[in-house]
């Protein structure tokens, strides 16, 4: 399985040895680069080579369970998602398992030490969320995103080996906040087909938009006023991760700068299309090269900075 230069690079300074377990990463890798290729490329260029195979091994854990969470309301089954999250427990339990991503997920849980609580509690919260098709309120959406969020920002606390601190739990809130408003507004017309309504019931009367209009697609100036103010939030959102990021330890830093960059392009192809992305196109439209260009070039000049001063502590 061959996948972007450098992999086998990455493995070693991660320091994972054995054919069998630098397969298996290997193999989370693609479970990632697959489902989510824009991230992965993102990944591969803003996060240290020694961190990139743990990061990767947790973001295949988080693939596995979304893919059986995030599908169509008809399409779920909660006896699939059980018996997978069954095959987790069991799996930290004995610290073996059969599927290479979750042999390579064991293995970052042991080298991290990850807590087995936030493992449990991750799975409690897919649980849940599951069954969830909407929100009435704002508060109901926080809800649904507390049951993951707090168990991601110390998962990957743990991958950097660092405990989080109030101002960084905080910043993992923001970042994972913005994403999934993000995500909302490209998925809109998709989640909609699925049987998913995103936007709470409260931001509809607010604007006297009803599911029908989305549905089929309206475009009124009350669909675009909503679309906008959602669209607005994120870029608030956005902005203040970007403020905050001036004070964040590397190398959470670079990963936050690569997500922040992603979603920031997409959004602004949400705000271009208006109230055309219930129409589902949105998701095949591109970000501006010249400000994508941007932003990987200041990631990665940052990434040589940080590898030349840690190269000049260990030389001194």
């Not at 101002?167 to 923001?174: M, P």
């Not at 309504?197 to 006023?225: M, Y």
């Not at 959470?252 to 960059?261: D, G, H, S, T």
Request: charge should be positive.
């Amino acid at each position: 399985m061959s996948l972007a230069p450098g992999w086998e690079h990455s493995l070693t300074a991660a320091r994972i040895v054995g054919d069998r377990l630098r397969a298996d990463y290997t193999s989370a890798a693609d479970m990632v680069r697959r489902r989510y290729p824009d991230i992965f490329l993102l990944m591969r260029l803003g996060v240290p080579a020694e961190i990139q195979p743990h990061l990767v091994a947790f973001a295949s854990f988080c693939v596995k369970g979304d893919a059986l969470v995030d599908l169509p309301v008809g399409e779920r089954d909660p006896a699939r998602f059980h018996a997978w999250a069954d095959q987790v427990r069991a799996a930290l339990a004995t610290g073996t398992a059969e599927e290479p991503y979750l042999r390579a997920f064991l293995h970052t849980f042991a080298v991290c030490r990850v807590s087995h609580g936030d493992v449990l509690a991750h799975l409690r919260g897919q649980a849940v969320h599951l069954y969830v098709t909407g929100y009435a309120t704002e508060q109901e959406y926080y809800d649904d995103l507390a049951r993951v969020v707090m168990t991601t920002a110390r998962f990957v606390a743990a991958i950097w080996g660092t405990e989080v601190s109030p101002a960084e739990e905080r910043l993992t809130w923001l970042v994972i906040d913005a994403a999934q408003r993000v995500d909302h507004l490209v998925d809109l017309a998709e989640d909609l087909r699925d049987g998913r309504l995103t936007i709470p019931q409260t931001e509809l009367l607010r604007f006297g938009v009803t599911r029908a209009d989305l549905e089929a697609a309206r475009d009124t100036p009350a669909v675009r006023a909503l679309i906008a103010h959602r669209a607005a939030k994120a870029r608030v959102l956005l902005r203040e991760i970007r403020t905050r990021l001036d004070h964040a330890r590397q190398p959470m830093k670079l990963c936050y700068q690569c997500m922040v960059l992603y979603y920031d392009q997409h959004l602004d192809a949400a705000e271009r299309r208006g109230a055309a992305i219930d129409r589902g196109l949105l998701r095949y439209l591109r970000p501006r090269p010249a400000a994508l260009g941007k932003g990987l070039t200041d990631i990665l000049l940052s990434r040589l900075i940080v590898g030349a001063t840690a190269a000049s502590r260990n030389r001194a």
